[in-house]
């Protein structure tokens, strides 16, 4: 099993930036994908960005430029820096450990662009 845990949510005006971080802990697989994934309300949950193990990266097209996703493997960590963020980032963003054909998700964390 993972276990993973975000942070770094809030309520952030237009134009705005905020941090997410995920830890994963557990058995942790080398070889694996994490990505953030967000669901704002009616709506189903989608990819905003991964990475995988090797540092490639994919980026949902509404936030290629402004966001950007690391990783830290020794930590067993990743991050989400999302700058210029819009009221259409709104939703609960969700960190998503894949390996072995398995997939493992953290609780979420609200993310509210308002003014």
């Known amino acids: 099993q993972v276990q993973l845990v975000e942070s770094g949510g809030g309520l952030v005006q237009p134009g705005g930036s905020l941090r997410l971080s995920c830890s994963a802990s557990?058995?942790?697989?080398?070889?694996?994908?994490m990505g953030w994934y967000r669901q704002a309300p009616g709506k189903q949950r989608e990819l905003v960005a991964a990475?995988?193990?090797?540092?490639?990266?994919n980026y949902a097209d509404s936030v290629k430029g402004p966001f950007t996703i690391s990783r830290d493997n020794a930590k067993n960590t990743v991050n989400l820096q999302m700058n210029s963020l819009k009221p259409e980032d709104t939703a609960i963003y969700y960190c998503?450990?894949?390996?072995?054909?398995?997939?493992?998700w953290g609780q979420g964390t609200q993310v509210t662009v308002s003014s």
């Open positions: 998503k450990e894949s390996q072995r054909g398995s997939d493992y």
């Open positions: 557990g058995s942790i697989f080398g070889f694996n994908t």
């Open positions: 990475i995988a193990w090797n540092g490639s990266t």
